[in-house]
């Protein structure tokens, strides 16, 4: 089970840091990527992070501002969004599959999400 927290309502240009917690399996063993969903719309990649700890941008609307990292101590992946927009507005999703992708269709566990809003 994956569970996702870390989301809230910021101001733009604030900051936020989401975690994706694991339970029952141990995180390390699979590549963990993290999407949005905002509505009317549908659910982006927004980055990965293979089981060796490189990572790969599926959306250029957050390069320069998204980081992903692990802690396989903690079993957890993180997703720091700085520099956050309006636009940023969405739940946050985290999946688990052996390898990184950028579509939803290529990841077999997911968390339940987290909403993140961005506004003043």
């Known amino acids: 089970q994956l569970v996702e927290s870390g989301g809230g309502l910021v101001q733009p240009g604030g900051s936020l840091r989401l975690s994706c917690a694991a339970s029952g399996f141990i995180l390390r063993a699979y590549a963990i990527g993290w999407f949005r969903q905002a509505p009317g719309k549908e659910r982006e990649g927004v980055l990965c992070i293979t089981i060796s700890g490189g990572s790969t941008n599926y959306a250029d609307s957050v390069k320069g501002r998204f980081t992903i990292s692990r802690d396989n101590a903690k079993n957890t992946v993180y997703l720091q969004m700085n520099s956050l927009k309006p636009e940023d507005t969405a739940i946050y999703y985290c999946?688990?599959?052996?390898?990184?992708?950028?579509?939803?269709?290529?990841?077999?566990?997911w968390g339940r999400g987290t909403q993140v809003t961005v506004s003043s």
């Open positions: 999946a688990a599959d052996r390898r990184c992708g950028s579509s939803a269709s290529e990841y077999d566990s």
